[in-house]
């Protein structure tokens, strides 16, 4: 028989709960708009009620849009923290999920969940290491590490890393509140909107900027590179649809490494070593999964 659980893909704009047993198997799905915590918070609990009976679910996994206090000896343990999103700030999640639903509850980051989902279900080759970028309406950096998502103080925030930026090329200021144009502010689908007055999707694909952008890209996957030294580099996102971005990053980050890390991954391989992702727009979702799973091996 198969085992189910509970997944939540908690996002600034939609909450998405699924039941599944692994991302093959779905049985059920109900999705609806990020509103207040009260009303969104008390539509995921009333779907699991009735999916706990009919599925006998195990545990449930949420990915989160963050900050979050992902610390067991906090007291806001499993709380949405300093979000800018307006009415959300300080949200418990975990402990509302546990007392209502009486499941053990897997709680991370978005993108520390989707970087599980792709090293358990995107890695045909094994890789032990991978950070997962989405660059979206943010940008967020998951790692994983050993099947481990990377926790420190509080959690990797590798969208707001600091990138360097030549004003004559690209004079706009950036997007993120508040550093202006860290890697969010500057690659961000907004930002992109901000600097053109339309979406980023109705730019041709020739457009230069998409050079400009790829250059920001490759400096974060050098960061990344040689800080975490990561087996694999995924890259997600609605951004990344335009797909003549990871050539240009690929050639971008071999230039700046300029021969440093002499790796055949990167040497000979760099176009499998940063690549989408193998679960295409499904890594967050599955992510969820994955975090639910993961208590199971605790
Ligand atoms: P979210 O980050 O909200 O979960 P997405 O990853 O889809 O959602 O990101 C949405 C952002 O991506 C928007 O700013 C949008 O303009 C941009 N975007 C979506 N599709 C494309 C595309 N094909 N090309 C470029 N940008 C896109
Ligand atoms: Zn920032």
Same mark, same amino acid.
């Given at each position: 028989?198969?085992?189910?659980?509970?997944?939540?893909?908690?996002?600034?704009?939609?909450?998405?709960?699924?039941?599944?047993?692994?991302?093959?198997?779905?049985?059920?799905?109900?999705?609806?708009?990020?509103?207040?915590?009260?009303?969104?918070?008390?539509?995921?609990?009333?779907?699991?009620?009735?999916?706990?009976?009919?599925?006998?679910?195990?545990?449930?996994?949420?990915?989160?849009?963050?900050?979050?206090?992902?610390?067991?000896?906090?007291?806001?343990?499993?709380?949405?923290?300093?979000?800018?999103?307006?009415?959300?700030?300080?949200?418990?999640?975990?402990?509302?999920?546990?007392?209502?639903?009486?499941?053990?509850?897997?709680?991370?980051?978005?993108?520390?969940?989707?970087?599980?989902?792709?090293?358990?279900?995107?890695?045909?080759?094994?890789?032990?290491?991978?950070?997962?970028?989405?660059?979206?309406?943010? &940008?967020?950096? #998951?790692? *994983?590490?050993?099947?481990?998502?990377?926790?420190? /103080?509080? =959690?990797? %925030?590798?969208?707001?890393? +600091?990138?360097?930026?030549?004003?004559?090329?690209?004079?706009?200021?950036?997007?993120?509140?508040?550093?202006?144009?860290?890697?969010?502010?500057?690659?961000?689908?907004?930002?992109?909107?901000?600097?053109?007055?339309?979406?980023?999707?109705?730019?041709?694909?020739?457009?230069?900027?998409?050079?400009?952008?790829?250059?920001?890209?490759?400096?974060?996957?050098?960061?990344?590179?040689?800080?975490?030294?990561?087996?694999?580099? &995924?890259?997600? #996102?609605? *951004?990344?649809?335009?797909?003549?971005?990871?050539? /240009?990053? =690929?050639? %971008?980050?071999?230039?700046? +490494?300029?021969?440093?890390?002499?790796?055949?991954?990167?040497?000979?391989?760099?176009?499998?070593?940063?690549?989408?992702?193998?679960?295409?727009?499904?890594?967050?979702?599955?992510?969820?999964?994955?975090?639910?799973?993961?208590?199971?091996?605790?």
């Amino acid at each position: 028989m198969m085992k189910y659980y509970g997944a939540i893909e908690a996002g600034g704009t939609k909450f998405v709960c699924s039941v599944a047993a692994d991302p093959e198997n779905y049985v059920s799905e109900i999705r609806f708009p990020t509103t207040t915590p009260e009303e969104t918070l008390t539509r995921t609990v009333e779907f699991f009620r009735e999916q706990k009976e009919k599925y006998h679910l195990s545990a449930i996994g949420v990915s989160c849009f963050g900050p979050l206090d992902l610390d067991k000896k906090s007291p806001t343990y499993g709380y949405i923290t300093t979000t800018p999103k307006v009415g959300w700030g300080f949200t418990e999640v975990v402990g509302v999920l546990e007392r209502e639903l009486d499941l053990p509850v897997g709680f991370d980051t978005d993108v520390n969940g989707a970087a599980l989902a792709e090293y358990k279900w995107g890695n045909p080759k094994g890789v032990n290491s991978l950070v997962y970028y989405t660059i979206g309406t943010g &940008v967020g950096a #998951g790692v *994983v590490i050993g099947g481990v998502p990377v926790h420190g /103080l509080v =959690h990797p %925030e590798g969208g707001h890393i +600091l990138v360097r930026q030549d004003k004559e090329q690209d004079p706009y200021d950036g997007f993120c509140t508040y550093h202006g144009n860290c890697l969010e502010g500057l690659c961000c689908g907004p930002s992109i909107q901000a600097r053109f007055g339309k979406p980023a999707q109705e730019l041709p694909e020739d457009h230069p900027i998409w050079k400009i952008i790829a250059g920001y890209l490759a400096q974060a996957c050098v960061s990344q590179i040689c800080q975490i030294s990561p087996e694999k580099i &995924v890259l997600g #996102g609605g *951004v990344m649809e335009q797909k003549q971005l990871f050539p /240009l990053i =690929h050639q %971008e980050v071999l230039r700046l +490494l300029n021969n440093y890390v002499k790796h055949p991954m990167i040497l000979e391989h760099i176009d499998e070593y940063i690549t989408p992702p193998a679960l295409g727009n499904r890594s967050g979702a599955c992510g969820a999964i994955a975090l639910a799973q993961a208590l199971d091996s605790q």
